[in-house]
C-alpha cells in the first residue's frame, strides 16, 4: 500500500512566522501535491511536483511556495503565516506511468493565530 | 476551465438502504477521468471509484457503483446496502487526460443513520 506521512496532524503558529509543512511517500512516485481543504470550498490545489526541483503553481500558490529536494519529500512552506491562511492542509503523491490515482496523507490542521 | 459541482452539500440515509450522490462536471475535453474520494471524519481521504471517459460501461466496486452520462456531463455514486462506516464527506473529482490536476467538487457530507 501506497503511504503518504505528513509530519504533523495539528499545527499552531503566530501571524508572520515562517512555516514548514512536511510530506513524504514511500513508493517513489514521480508527482507529488500539495491541496488546501476549506468547508464549502472542497479542494484547492497550492502546488505540484512532478520530478524533483520541478514545481508548477496550482490554483491558488499566493502566499505559498514549495521544496522538493528529494524525490520522497514535499514540502509546503508559508513564507509568511497569516490567519486566512488557517485551514487543512493535504499532500497527496501519484505514479503517472500507470494511470494510478492520488494517494492522500492524513492531513495537517494549521492554525494560524 | 473545467469545474465540478456537487449539488448536495448533506445527504443522510438509513443503514442498509441505497443513496446516489450527484455530480456534474464541465469540460470540452474527450480524454478525461472522474473518480470519486471519501473521507471519513478525521481520517485519511480514500479512492472509492473512477472512470475513464472512454469506458462505456459504469465502474462497479462492491456496493459503490457509478452511473456515468457522458453526453449530460453526469458522474453519480450510488451506494448500496449503506453501512455505518459510509459516513464520511464524499468528493467528486476530474482529471483531463494529458493534465495532472485534480479539480474536485466542494464535497456531500453523508451520515448514515442506524
Known amino acids: 500500500d501506497v503511504k503518504v506521512t505528513q509530519s504533523s496532524r495539528y499545527l499552531v503558529k503566530r501571524t508572520g512566522e515562517k512555516v514548514f509543512l512536511e510530506c513524504v511517500q514511500d513508493m517513489d512516485h514521480e508527482n507529488m501535491f500539495w491541496y488546501r481543504q476549506d468547508p464549502g470550498l472542497g479542494l484547492r490545489l497550492i502546488y505540484f511536483?512532478?520530478?524533483?526541483?520541478?514545481?508548477e503553481k496550482g490554483d491558488i500558490p499566493e502566499g505559498y511556495s514549495v521544496s522538493r529536494e528529494k524525490k520522497e519529500r514535499f514540502s509546503l512552506i508559508l513564507e509568511s503565516a497569516s490567519t486566512n491562511q488557517t485551514s487543512m492542509y493535504l499532500c497527496?503523491?501519484?505514479?503517472?506511468?500507470?494511470?494510478?490515482?492520488?494517494?492522500f496523507g492524513d492531513g495537517t490542521r494549521l492554525s494560524i493565530l | 476551465a473545467q469545474t465540478v459541482t456537487q449539488s448536495q452539500p448533506e445527504m443522510s440515509v438509513q443503514e442498509a438502504e441505497t443513496v446516489t450522490l450527484s455530480c456534474t462536471y464541465d469540460t470540452s475535453e474527450s480524454n478525461y477521468y472522474l473518480f470519486w474520494y471519501k473521507q471519513p471524519p478525521s481520517r485519511q481521504m480514500i479512492l472509492v471509484i473512477r472512470q475513464e471517459a472512454y469506458k462505456q460501461q459504469n465502474a462497479t466496486e462492491n456496493r459503490f457503483s457509478v452511473n456515468f452520462q457522458k453526453a449530460a456531463k453526469s458522474f453519480s455514486l450510488k451506494i448500496s446496502d449503506s453501512q455505518l462506516g459510509d459516513t464520511a464527506m464524499y468528493f467528486c473529482?476530474?482529471?483531463?487526460?494529458?493534465?495532472?490536476?485534480?479539480?474536485f467538487g466542494k464535497g456531500t457530507k453523508l451520515t448514515v443513520n442506524p
Open positions: 473529482a476530474f482529471r483531463n487526460g494529458g493534465s495532472e490536476k485534480l479539480v
Open positions: 511536483s512532478y520530478d524533483v526541483k520541478m514545481k
Open positions: 497527496a503523491s501519484r505514479d503517472p506511468l500507470y494511470n494510478q490515482p492520488q494517494h
